[in-house]
Each structure stands twice: as C-alpha cells, then as structure tokens.
C-alpha cells in the first residue's frame, strides 16, 4: 500500500539523517508524482504527503485543479521552458529546475510584474553529462552574481540528479561535491541563503542524506515504476 511505502520511506530517512548526526525533521520528503494517476495521489495525500513533484506544467494544470493547492506544495522539478514561465505562477510554490540565467532572468521578469517573488533551485549539472540540463560548477559564481539583485526571484538552494547507477554509492561523490559548492558560496555572501540541497532520488536517497541533503525526491519508491 502507498500508505506502508511513504511510512517506510520517512523511516529510511530517519534513520539516514540520523547517521549525519541531523535531526529527521532537518529532511523534508518530497513526493515526486509524475505520471501518477490523481487517485494514487489522493493515497498519498491522505497517508501525509504535502510536498509534490511535477515535472511538466501541463498535467500538474490537471492536477492542481483536481486536487487544489491548500494544505500542499507544488513543485516544478522538471525543465521549463521560457515560454512556459507565464503559466507557472498559478500552479506552483517553487521552481527547483531553474537551469540558465536566461530562464532565472525570465522568472524574474514575470514575477516583478506580478508583484510577487518565485522561490527557486538552482539545478547544477554536477556530472558535467550533456544530457542533462543545469548550470556547469564553473558557471555557478557569475550564475549568483546575476541573480543576487533580482527582485523577483529568491534562490534557495541548489538541485542535482548524479548519473544513473545501480549502486548508490556511485553518487556519493556528486552530493558531496554539491554540498562543497553550498558551502563555497554560502559563505562568500552572506545575503544569499542557499539552505536548500535538493538530491537523492528512489535508489540513492539515503546516501544523499548521508551528504547533507536537505531534500529528498521520492516517487518510484512509493508509487513503483512508471512508463517514460
């Protein structure tokens, strides 16, 4: 049952951020709902998921007028396009996919004319693979410098996915290396709270907390494998 799976999910993770000498409620879950069906999302709803995952904007439209926003928080995980970015402000809390500064500057823009501010995610392509979306390491100063001053965005943190392995240990590296890059930047300025590390996915989530992940995302684990 959905229910048993998020319960022993939060248990893993108690028990991963205990190892990190943390606290459990230093880990937030986010449930990641991605091609699943409003009813199994409903299940997980009622079992204690308030965090949810969408990767398009489409089907979280869907969602969102299915299951409304009260009581929960949406977020975009998935990348977005620019054209998009009009549609965003209606349907989610934080953007954690925010992979250019020309889609940070983008956000910005419409949030200002809004009147309102986007909390976001930096996503880093820690990897450096060409499949993957994100800003490079190498990129991130000037990628902070630009957004320092924007009025309509807040970064909060960074976002990663390390390359797919079966073995979970394989990852370690590139959590580390994303905690390192949180904590160079970090204390270059004080005004930039990056408090958020968003890493750690079904198969790897425990390690990610190991390495100071403050957020884990979490869908094939409690829903089980989806179509791509």
């Given at each position: ?10 248990e ?11 606290t ?17 999302m ?15 904007v ?21 990348n ?5 970015v ?16 020309a ?9 200002t ?5 986007m909390?976001?995610l ?32 807040r ?9 797919m ?15 390192e890059?949180?904590d ?17 996915m ?26 791509r």
């Open positions: 049952m959905i229910s048993e799976r998020i319960a022993e999910v939060r893993n993770i108690e028990r991963a951020a205990r190892r990190s000498g943390r459990p409620d230093q880990v937030r879950l986010m449930v990641v709902t991605k091609e699943v069906p409003i009813d199994k409903r299940s997980a709803i009622a079992a204690g998921a308030v965090l949810l995952g969408e990767n398009r489409q089907s979280a439209r869907e969602k969102v007028e299915e299951l409304g926003r009260e009581g929960l928080q949406w977020h975009l995980i998935g977005l396009q620019k054209n998009k009009k549609y965003v402000f209606d349907l989610f809390d934080r953007i954690d996919s925010v992979d250019s500064v889609l940070a500057e983008a956000i910005d823009k419409r949030a004319q809004l009147g309102v501010v909390p976001v930096l996503q880093i392509n820690i990897s450096g693979e060409e499949s993957k979306f994100g800003l490079q390491p190498e990129e991130l100063e000037k990628a902070l410098d630009a957004t320092r001053d924007m009025k309509g965005i970064v909060e943190g960074f976002m990663t996915i390390p390359p392995d079966p073995d979970p240990q394989h990852a370690r590296p590139y959590f580390s290396a994303l905690r890059l949180r160079k930047y970090a204390k270059m300025d004080k005004n930039i709270l990056l408090n958020e590390l968003s890493m750690g079904s198969s790897d989530y425990a390690v990610a907390i190991e390495e100071g992940a403050t957020l884990v995302r979490v869908g094939t684990s409690i829903f089980g494998s989806r179509s």
